[in-house]
């Protein structure tokens, strides 16, 4: 079977990062062509960043890089399942937490589940 992926009217495609071992979700985020490529190439996850407008090296501003242990495309080829190390302090949230899913849903309010963060994000962003 061919790699075909079917990126969306903006040229994204899904990406949903997956710690090794764990299985435990980090992140949900988007690629473009260009951001599957290279992590194909490098093994290194890159992402395209909506917010910039431009393809991000994850882990090029705090240091917390993602390394590509396996990738999974679904059946649609139109999500990918990334199994990636994040070696470093461990964090894949900007928030400076392992997870972006730090967060539980209670009725109509989110409540923090106080997993510690790793590392500072007004120091490590200089906000």
Not at 49 to 57: L, V
Not at 61 to 83: F, N, P, W
Not at 87 to 106: E, K, M, N, Q, W
Request: one cysteine or more; glycine letters at 8%; a neutral charge.
């Amino acid at each position: 079977c061919e790699l075909a992926p079917k990126f969306d009217a903006n040229g994204l495609i899904t990406a949903v990062a997956q710690e090794v071992g764990t299985n435990r979700v980090l992140m949900v985020a988007h690629m473009n062509k260009q951001a599957l490529e290279l992590t194909i190439e490098t093994g290194i996850v890159h992402y395209y960043s909506r917010s910039r407008g431009r393809i991000a090296k994850k882990g090029e501003t705090s240091g917390e890089i993602q390394k590509v242990i396996e990738m999974r495309m679904d059946c649609d080829q139109d999500a990918i399942l990334i199994q990636v190390e994040q070696p470093g302090r461990g964090a894949a949230c900007h928030t400076g937490r392992r997870s972006c899913f730090y967060r539980v849903i209670h009725g109509e309010s989110l409540v923090d589940d106080k997993e510690p963060r790793l590392f500072d994000p007004q120091e490590v962003y200089k906000l």
